[in-house]
Each structure stands twice: as structure tokens, then as C-alpha cells.
């Protein structure tokens, strides 16, 4: 079993920044990839960042340039920084872990077995 846990949301103004972090702990040998999802009112989860265990990182196109995702692999934590915060970031944001897809990490949800209970990022004017 995985449990990972979110932490760092918050509100911040148009332009500001915030760090999202991601504890992993139990069998983590279990999966290769960990992404970042948003999920707005009335919208789709969707993918906003992913990097394999090799650190190797996809993005969505409109968080490129303003999001960095990383790791600490020794301490199971991945991490999301988030620069140039716009109103249309505003989400929950989840953590997942999932199997690579063959030597890639997948991009649909559905691919991602564990997840964490989700961080609330608000950006305001």
C-alpha cells in the first residue's frame, strides 16, 4: 500500500508563488511516477506535471515556464513550484503515483493507482 500526503497550498495573490510538497511512504518500490493533478469547480482532474523516478518531467503546456516539479528521492517527497500563479490556477490539487507506461509516466488519471487527499491552491486578483 502507498499513502502520499499533500501539503503547501494556500491563497496567494495574481503573480506570487507557492511550493506544493508530496510525502510518499509505504511501498514505494511500486511505482515509478509521480504527478501533479488540479482539479477546478465543475472541471475534469487534469494533469498539470509529471516526473519519473529517473527524474525525467512533463508538463501541460500552460504551466511550462511557471511550474518546476522535482524530487528528493531519499526522502520520498515530490514537490511543485509554482511561479507566476495566474486565477485560472486556481484548484485542488492532487498528488499521484502510478507505474511508468512503458518507459514514460502515463498522462491520464485513470493510470494512477495511489493518490493523496489534495491541497487547495487559490490565486485572487
Known amino acids: 500500500q502507498v499513502e502520499l500526503a499533500e501539503s503547501g497550498g494556500g491563497s496567494v495573490q495574481i503573480g506570487g508563488s507557492l511550493r506544493l510538497s508530496c510525502v510518499a511512504s509505504g511501498y514505494i518500490s511500486s511505482f515509478d511516477c509521480m504527478a501533479w493533478f488540479r482539479q477546478a469547480p465543475g472541471k475534469e482532474r487534469a494533469e498539470v506535471a509529471a516526473i519519473h523516478r529517473d527524474d525525467r518531467t512533463l508538463y501541460v503546456d500552460s504551466v511550462k515556464d511557471r511550474f518546476t516539479i522535482s524530487q528528493d528521492n531519499a526522502k520520498n517527497v515530490v514537490y511543485l513550484q509554482m511561479n507566476s500563479l495566474r486565477p485560472e490556477d486556481t484548484a485542488l490539487y492532487y498528488c499521484?503515483?502510478?507505474?511508468?507506461?512503458?518507459?514514460?509516466?502515463?498522462?491520464?488519471?485513470?493510470?494512477?493507482?495511489?493518490w493523496g487527499q489534495g491541497t487547495q491552491v487559490t490565486v485572487y486578483s
Open positions: 499521484a503515483a502510478a507505474r511508468a507506461n512503458g518507459n514514460s509516466c502515463p498522462r491520464s488519471r485513470y493510470e494512477y493507482k495511489y
